[in-house]
């Protein structure tokens, strides 16, 4: 996203379910079905841009499209999440996991790219996306949702070893899936470690955050912005932000103004509205907004955002104000700081 | 717990599914009944004791016998946890809730605390607890298990005033609760707000935090020490240090000693070693035992634990080797003070 006198604006999940044209679709076509066809992916991923106002369009697809790739099946089960048909428990089940040609395994996502891009039109920029390997693991050991991660952490105790080899297939097939989507055509990345969260900072370290900055250092060279939200982790933002990616997204527990002080500078910063309060009615989003804009404070280097994604029961009427208060709200903190430098130059 | 030369340890949830000696007195009792029966409820609290050698117990109950002590209902369904026959959501809602008199609506909490200091005969101390106003909100709203806590939240946003006449009301309870607990003999309070952390920084001060403060203060004046476990609230460990707790406690998404040097002996800390390390083999979490360990240096002002409850599948045998692990590699840390200290003197 470019310099702008305003702060630039999207959402986690916004082609999603909370879009009442999107559950138009999803009525007759299930979840992986619209993934995997080109002209709806393109369709829904273009929907937040007209309807709610965001400043950037983020590819519809899901983060388990690369373990399909890889040879594993899964069925998508509403409201109760994936459900793999058989999860990687042993040495033996990780021969399911093939090395993936995303241009060929995965070419409804950069078709999907394309399309999206077409119909844009330059209009606003388009992230690509994937889950993090350590993310991605939780799935395929788990097989399902899942309330303590039991079995994958009984595999990262237990057998660290056959963790670490899973996690440098994934890393792999990730770095490879993200440098085909920009070679498709996509502005930015982001990468997803929802369940970064879970391990302790040592452990966050080795089985999460050294195959993150392998990808990255990657996929750098093509030059496009990186976004890393790591779910959960905000312990130590200076040790996210200096592996590589240009933006780290915050969730909502952590005082963005807070992390912008310890990082001074170092990326820019994503979030952090929590998802919940769209569901307040518009005066109390409105004042959320500013607080988290004025958390951050003057200047550029802030993509608004909420700390996760959308939930699907929230009003599209307050994901569209919440939008028009950050274009507005923010109008304040930019022309400031210029009038502030007006001052000091005269 | 008093000065020792080593660390003490108890577990959370320590009196629980993972014990096959718990399991059988549960194949017989449903765990309501178990909780009301105070022979039941001595019983199983002070089997960790012999079983898993910890340093305190803690008394056997489920924090929402306080919301059933007001007036609401519930069902215990296993592993899908409470489910409340009519959970507040209107200020109609709200007359359930009754102002309870501990020492008759909860008597059977004060047999059982009674009953267990005797048969504990002074062994180890016996440590009381509470859910926070903030955490039984979430249930008796939500009325079931919840995984974004939409209602509840959007109670929050949309109607503050009704979620703060209810708070209100919870912190009366839980004040009045945890005083009666402390007459009735334990030797220390554990206070969970163990659904904290869902919320921004700015929403836990207002609706979490200024409740427990309140129920402190009321407390204190009995002069038992306080515990206070916020999990998921670790981005401020001052601000939960300030309110008048003695001993703060810690989840494991964060490092213990990095907290003990920003509090700077301002209070004592508990924890916190991720619980599903105890599903690894006795080498690895004897490993994980003393970087904790070391973590948190030398001297004093340490209570050993998980960074939440252990999980009902662990192996009661690794349980014990942790404690084990504990209370011998610990003395290390405290001795080196002690030597110091002696070279120093000389």
Not at 7 to 24: D, K, N
Not at 237 to 259: C, F, N
Request: charged share 25%.
């Amino acid at each position: 996203m470019e310099e702008t006198n305003r702060t630039p604006v999207w959402i986690m999940r916004q082609a999603g379910r909370y879009l009442p044209q999107y559950r138009a679709i999803r009525e007759k076509y299930d979840f992986l079905t619209m993934c995997k066809t080109p002209e709806l992916a393109a369709q829904v991923t273009i929907q937040p841009i007209d309807l709610i106002e965001v400043d950037a369009a983020i590819i519809f697809s899901d983060i388990l499209v690369i373990p399909e790739a890889m040879g594993m099946h899964f069925e998508m089960h509403e409201g109760k999440g994936p459900m793999f048909h058989n999860p990687i428990r042993t040495r033996e089940d990780v021969k399911q996991l093939k090395r993936i040609d995303p241009m060929k395994d995965l070419v409804f996502v950069m078709d999907a790219i394309s399309l999206s891009k077409k119909e844009l039109n330059g209009r606003v920029p388009l992230i690509g996306f994937s889950g993090s390997p350590w993310t991605l693991l939780t799935y395929i050991v788990e097989g399902s949702g899942s309330k303590n991660f039991a079995t994958v952490k009984r595999m990262v105790y237990d057998n660290p070893a056959l963790a670490h080899e899973i996690l440098n297939k994934l890393t792999e097939a990730v770095a490879d899936y993200l440098s085909a989507q920009i070679e498709s055509g996509v502005n930015a990345i982001q990468i997803f470690d929802t369940w970064g969260g879970i391990l302790s900072p040592g452990d966050f370290e080795e089985f999460s955050l050294q195959y993150i900055t392998k990808i990255i250092s990657l996929i750098k060279k093509k030059n496009e912005p990186i976004i890393l939200f790591a779910k959960g982790v905000n312990y130590n933002p200076l040790k996210l932000a200096s592996i590589g990616a240009d933006v780290i997204g915050l969730d909502w527990t952590i005082e963005i103004g807070k992390v912008r002080n310890i990082l001074e500078g170092k990326t820019a910063l994503q979030g952090n509205m929590d998802p919940t309060i769209l569901y307040a009615n518009k005066e109390r989003i409105k004042k959320e907004v500013i607080k988290i804009l004025k958390s951050y404070g003057n200047g550029g280097g802030h993509i608004f955002n909420l700390g996760h994604g959308i939930l699907p029961d929230v009003d599209p009427d307050n994901a569209k104000a919440m939008v028009n208060f950050v274009k507005k709200e923010s109008l304040f903190y930019h022309k400031k700081e210029s009038s502030i430098k007006g001052i000091i130059n005269v």
